[in-house]
């Protein structure tokens, strides 16, 4: 759906509202190619169209809320969603009054469209089966446009709309022996995909080698971004949520109270300039361009919603309670240099599995399973067997970290729950003086 057929829609419904009522629609729709892959063959393919809308109806402290899909044909759409506005109509005296309920009276419109050109998604699979032969190579491709809209009674119009592309893949050697690897972005550069099968190789010609089997300890590591976004992934969740710290059920308490702290060179930001996320929220705010959650190591703001800041006399600053754009400040270490800076150790490529082992202290607890290897010397020896990792936020991007790679990775999320996900983090990796294994 096009923005001036998705307010057409939404100034044909709120002119059919009577006394206070307030109405807000929302749009969340998508034009997206999919491929999948297995044994580095294209065993599926396909094209996704599709919108959806929200209605959200407004009556004093009540609100009623439904959603339906739209077909592209507007009358047709309009009968669809005039009903589910009078089915909305009736609900709504039965609903009771909602004290957290929070929307912007303020009448703003915008619109936003990033991402450049994608190529076919047939290029790239046949750049990518040609590069990968040879490979058990297993993954997804999913690229196009994904559309984001919202409009009131009270005069909101806002537009979102970003092209993007997604390849997640992994390349198995044998039984659970496998690296996994990723490729997202706004502009899609080949080389880059070449380079990353070419790393994809030589780490699979180590971890051919016998496996080395190493003591549960402390040991020396340097964590790839995608390890260090499965520990921020499990963290953002009550880690950086203004209700969350209020309630004191927060992972980044100890924090919060100065009692423990972070390295100096720690810079934690929610990136909303970003662009690949919608720069408004449902109920009609602005967010603004950054929040800075971690400032040189020690706590600055936290993320707000409508409803907290309602309930908490904040202002709000974000659509969720959770880092939709995360990024992690870049340090001075070159990636080239990392393996020379490790010397000897462990080389992290990806963390699973992960859960609080210790909540109060920041633990947590996961598994290292793929792309995990012995270091000597500042070479890759052998693969390591799956360990089990319990260690603490507060050491490893604490006293123990000793670097922040200078380059950072843009990792998108895979999730295709209720459509295509536009959640990112953009990482460096990590190198830190130790990381406990448990088993």
């Known amino acids: 759906m096009s923005p001036d057929a998705f307010f057409a829609l939404t100034e044909a419904l709120c002119a059919g509202l009577s006394g206070t009522e307030i109405l807000f629609c929302q749009l969340g729709g998508e034009s997206s190619d999919f491929a999948r892959l297995s044994q580095n063959r294209i065993r599926q393919a396909g094209h996704l169209q599709s919108a959806t809308l929200g209605l959200s109806l407004l009556n004093g402290h009540r609100q009623a809320e439904a959603f339906c899909d739209l077909g592209g044909v507007p009358e047709q759409d309009l009968r669809t969603a005039t009903g589910l506005l009078e089915r909305l109509r009736e609900r709504i005296p039965f609903v009771p009054e909602d004290p957290y309920l929070n929307y912007s009276m303020q009448a703003r419109e915008s619109l936003e469209q990033v991402g450049e050109g994608l190529p076919p998604a047939e290029a790239v699979m046949d750049l990518l089966v ?3 032969d040879g490979l058990d ?9 994904v559309c984001a809209g919202l409009g009131s009674s009270v005069g909101h119009r806002f537009w979102h709309e970003s092209r993007s592309f997604n390849l997640d893949w992994s390349s198995y050697l044998q039984t659970d022996k496998a690296l996994k690897c990723g490729y997202g972005g706004f502009r899609w550069e080949p080389d880059v995909l070449r380079a990353k099968v070419g790393d994809l190789r030589r780490g699979l010609e180590v971890m051919a080698r016998p496996a080395r089997v190493i003591q549960p300890g402390r040991y020396r590591a340097y964590l790839a971004p995608a390890a260090l976004q499965e520990l921020l992934a499990l963290l953002a969740w009550g880690g950086f949520g203004l209700k969350d710290h209020r309630t004191h059920q927060s992972p980044l308490l100890k924090l919060v109270r100065a009692e423990r702290g972070l390295a100096a060179g720690v810079n934690i930001q929610e990136e909303h300039v970003r662009g690949l996320m919608p720069r408004f929220t449902a109920e009609g705010f602005l967010k603004p361009d950054r929040v800075t959650l971690i400032e040189d190591g020690a706590f600055r703001d936290c993320l707000v919603d409508a409803r907290t800041a309602r309930e908490y ?24 240099d990392v393996l020379a800076r490790l010397d000897t150790g462990l080389s992290i490529g990806n963390l699973w599995y992960c859960n609080w082992s210790d909540m109060n202290d920041c633990r947590m607890t996961g598994m290292t399973r793929f792309g995990t290897f012995w ?47 536009n959640a990112s983090a953009l990482l460096p990796g990590l190198l830190v003086s130790g990381i406990d294994l448990a088993l």
């Open 137 to 145: 190579l297993v993954g997804i491709w999913a690229s196009g446009s």
């Open 130 to 132: 040609a590069e990968a």
């Open 313 to 336: 006399g904040a202002e709000v600053n974000a659509a969720a309670d959770v880092p939709e754009s995360i990024a992690v400040g870049a340090g001075d270490l070159a990636m080239p």
């Open 375 to 421: 270091v000597e010397g500042g070479e890759l020896v052998a693969p390591v067997e799956v360990m089990r990792f319990d260690d603490s936020l507060y050491h490893l991007l604490g006293e123990r970290l000793e670097a922040l790679t200078r380059e950072r990775e843009l990792i998108l999320s895979p999730e295709t729950y209720e459509g295509r996900s």
